[in-house]
């Protein structure tokens, strides 16, 4: 594969090392030259994306951070994005927030939120399982959000995340659109983005003495198109590469880790991989808390290989359908929306 011959050139930037705790990485460093404006990376690392460079007045400088996107959409299919203007004090807020609605004294009040119907738009779950180690809160976020309206603050906290981190996503979409060559509203049309249906996922891991096994979440991909992560304190996210390596996702401080989602694996028909990951907590001194965000096409969007994706050596490997079908094709609902690729592979 590309990745593993070519080293990914990107954008040179100074990461502040994460205070938290991590898990040992097989990470080798970055090989950084501090005269250039690029660093390059080997397969088995995770690339930066700067996200103030994409939308540089500076054309070369705009026009290398968008190749260079391309190039790690490809050949990663997902990276660390810094500088997205996301201030430290919102993550915290969010932390916080979540830290007390999962307070183990108020199990009881939850409940309110265990399923109860596939339109539910807020769900609230509790895995103690050798397969699944986490306890959870999905919401919808976008186009209505929902949240509990407990703790006090929570929900503010949460809006202005949400909503800051679409307008990341809508702006990374525009990137990746002009990254391949296309105008940049190309994402946002073929997804209905006006309309995209956005879920998140807070999941609370616990230490590894109070886990019933080592894994958090099982293997699996996620729906929708790209996926934002955020989290308090590095350890146990895990990701398979276009190598088959499995690499250990530790973001730093005040990144946000972006996954390719399945539906840019189908749009573009298979050009953009949408990666296996996991979460193992047997490594995890203290708890940790994450935000993933599905941030999918709207329900109603027909999606399918793009036709600028399809040519004689690249029939369609995908079949064509909305959101929400693809999201009820292998059991799942609109906020436990389960990845059915397998399904729609064809
Ligand atoms: O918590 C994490 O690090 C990943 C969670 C995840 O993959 C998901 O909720 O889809
Ligand atoms: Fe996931």
């Given at each position: 594969?590309?990745?593993?011959?070519?080293?990914?050139?990107?954008?040179?930037?100074?990461?502040?090392?994460?205070?938290?705790?991590?898990?040992?990485?097989?990470?080798?460093?970055?090989?950084?030259?501090?005269?250039?404006?690029?660093?390059?990376?080997?397969?088995?690392?995770?690339?930066?994306?700067?996200?103030?460079?994409?939308?540089?007045?500076?054309?070369?400088?705009?026009?290398?951070?968008?190749?260079?996107?391309?190039?790690?959409?490809?050949?990663?299919?997902?990276?660390?994005?810094?500088?997205?203007?996301?201030?430290?004090?919102?993550?915290?807020?969010?932390?916080?927030?979540?830290?007390?609605?999962f307070?183990?004294?108020?199990i009881?009040?939850r409940k309110?939120y265990e399923k109860?119907?596939?339109?539910?738009?807020?769900r609230w779950g509790l895995r103690s399982s050798p397969g699944e180690n986490r306890e959870y809160l999905k919401?919808?976020?976008?186009?209505?959000?929902?949240?509990?309206?407990?703790?006090?603050?929570?929900?503010?906290?949460?809006?202005?995340?949400?909503?800051?981190?679409?307008?990341?996503?809508?702006?990374?979409?525009?990137?990746?659109?002009?990254?391949?060559?296309?105008?940049?509203?190309?994402?946002?049309?073929?997804?209905?983005?006006?309309?995209?249906?956005?879920?998140?996922a807070m999941n609370l891991y616990p230490?590894?003495?109070r886990s019933k096994g080592s894994i958090g979440v099982p293997?699996h991909?996620?729906?929708?198109?790209?996926?934002?992560?955020?989290?308090?304190?590095?350890?146990?996210?895990?990701?398979?590469?276009?190598?088959?390596?499995?690499?250990?996702?530790?973001?730093?401080?005040?990144?946000?880790?972006?996954?390719?989602?399945?539906?840019?694996?189908?749009?573009?028909?298979?050009?953009?991989?949408?990666?296996?990951?996991r979460v193992v907590v047997?490594?995890?001194?203290?708890q940790?808390?994450s935000?993933?965000?599905?941030?999918?096409?709207?329900?109603?969007?027909?999606?399918?290989?793009?036709?600028?994706?399809?040519?004689?050596?690249?029939?369609?490997?995908?079949?064509?359908?909305?959101?929400?079908?693809?999201?009820?094709?292998?059991?799942?609902?609109?906020?436990d929306?389960q990845?059915?690729?397998?399904?729609?592979?064809?």
């Amino acid at each position: 594969m590309a990745a593993e011959t070519a080293p990914v050139l990107i954008n040179h930037m100074t990461i502040q090392p994460n205070p938290a705790i991590s898990l040992p990485s097989i990470n080798s460093p970055s090989i950084i030259n501090p005269n250039d404006s690029v660093v390059a990376v080997g397969a088995d690392e995770i690339p930066t994306i700067d996200y103030l460079m994409l939308f540089s007045n500076d054309f070369d400088e705009r026009s290398k951070a968008l190749e260079n996107l391309g190039h790690v959409c490809k050949d990663f299919g997902f990276f660390y994005l810094v500088n997205h203007g996301i201030s430290n004090g919102v993550f915290e807020g969010v932390f916080k927030g979540i830290s007390n609605f999962f307070n183990p004294e108020e199990i009881e009040d939850r409940k309110q939120y265990e399923k109860k119907s596939p339109t539910d738009r807020i769900r609230w779950g509790l895995r103690s399982s050798p397969g699944e180690n986490r306890e959870y809160l999905k919401v919808i976020a976008h186009p209505q959000f929902h949240c509990p309206s407990k703790p006090a603050g929570f929900s503010d906290a949460l809006e202005e995340y949400f909503k800051a981190s679409r307008e990341i996503v809508k702006g990374l979409g525009k990137a990746v659109s002009k990254g391949l060559g296309f105008e940049e509203c190309y994402v946002e049309k073929a997804f209905k983005l006006e309309s995209g249906f956005d879920m998140s996922a807070m999941n609370l891991y616990p230490p590894n003495f109070r886990s019933k096994g080592s894994i958090g979440v099982p293997d699996h991909t996620d729906p929708g198109f790209f996926v934002s992560l955020i989290q308090d304190v590095n350890g146990g996210l895990q990701i398979l590469s276009n190598s088959g390596q499995c690499i250990n996702v530790n973001i730093p401080h005040n990144a946000i880790f972006i996954n390719l989602g399945d539906h840019l694996e189908i749009l573009t028909n298979g050009k953009y991989k949408s990666h296996v990951h996991r979460v193992v907590v047997d490594n995890n001194k203290i708890q940790r808390i994450s935000v993933a965000t599905l941030h999918g096409p709207s329900l109603d969007a027909l999606v399918g290989p793009a036709p600028e994706f399809v040519d004689e050596c690249h029939p369609p490997a995908y079949r064509a359908m909305t959101y929400k079908q693809s999201i009820e094709a292998n059991g799942g609902d609109e906020i436990d929306v389960q990845s059915s690729i397998d399904q729609i592979r064809l």
